[in-house]
């Protein structure tokens, strides 16, 4: 465990690095890629997420102390004895979902940096759906290999 990141994950502070990646207990992070793509002659927008490399927590923080971003909790649900959780950042236009065990200590958290806050949660199969707080995207999540991430626009 990665002391640092379980002092950010605290009851007292809930944050989370305030990039596109996959943050676990270990220290781990995977940072993402989300590109978004505009099609101007039909006006489709189409959005893409895909893990780009691993690196540690220590090592972010070595170049950037003020990593950090506060999430704010809007909506959870039960999985495996604790809960994945789904909300804000400290601006607008970001989102995060994070997963916990029974005793509320993160397993994983995902940070989003322009999909806005997480508004409603659901599982099917293996799959985490979630959708945000102005309805217009969903992300699926595989529950098993958590870099397998689908971004769809909905209108």
Known sequence: ???LIMKHWSAEQRELPGMNCIAFPNGKI?????ATYYNPNNNERKVYCS???DTTIESIEKYDAE???MVDAWTNIDYQGGK???GDGQMG????IACTDANDNLVWGIFF???NPIKKLSIKDKTLIAINEH??????INLDTLVDIKMTYLR
């Not at 309805?135 to 699926?140: G, K, L, N, P, S």
Request: aromatic share 10%; net charge negative.
């Open 67 to 69: 990593c950090w971003t």
């Open 113 to 115: 940096d322009e999909t």
């Open 135 to 140: 309805e217009d995207m969903r992300i699926q």
């Open 30 to 34: 995977i940072i993402l890629n989300v």
């Open 1 to 3: 465990m990665s002391n």
């Open 51 to 53: 893990p780009q490399c």
């Open 93 to 96: 236009n970001e989102g995060f």
């Open 84 to 86: 994945i959780y789904g």
